[in-house]
Nanobody
């Protein structure tokens, strides 16, 4: 199983980014997906999750979506702030609930760095 994030980079405060996570080696439609982030010196935190069927919640400036035909999950972040600077990870967990605890996920990507300059 491989999860590969992309789309990170250096962006000015107030800008937007769309992160992507490409999955392979698993039946993507059987997995709930989550995005996490870890800022320097801080613990990893849950950002948003989406069920295998596309059920999700919205969290202000963050939107998660998936395309099961492309084996991909996305995270749109708008109005970026300096505190959004972190490594962003996608993770997969077999159907069931969409957990917020990272240890409940089965697979992880290597992360993509997002740096917001003020």
């Amino acid at each position: 199983v491989q999860l590969v994030e992309s789309g990170g980079g250096l962006v000015q405060a107030g800008g937007s980014l769309r992160l992507s996570c490409a999955a392979s080696g698993l039946t993507f439609g059987d997995y709930n997906m989550g995005w996490f982030r870890q800022a320097p010196g801080k613990e990893r935190e849950f950002v948003l999750g989406i069920s295998w069927s596309g059920r999700t919640t919205y969290y202000g400036r963050f939107t998660i979506s998936r395309d099961n035909a492309k084996n991909a999950v996305y995270l749109q972040v708008n109005s970026l702030k300096s505190e959004d600077t972190a490594v962003y990870y996608c993770a997969a967990v077999l159907r069931g609930k969409v957990p917020t605890a990272g240890e409940e996920y089965d697979y992880w990507g290597q992360g993509t760095q997002v740096t917001v300059s003020s």
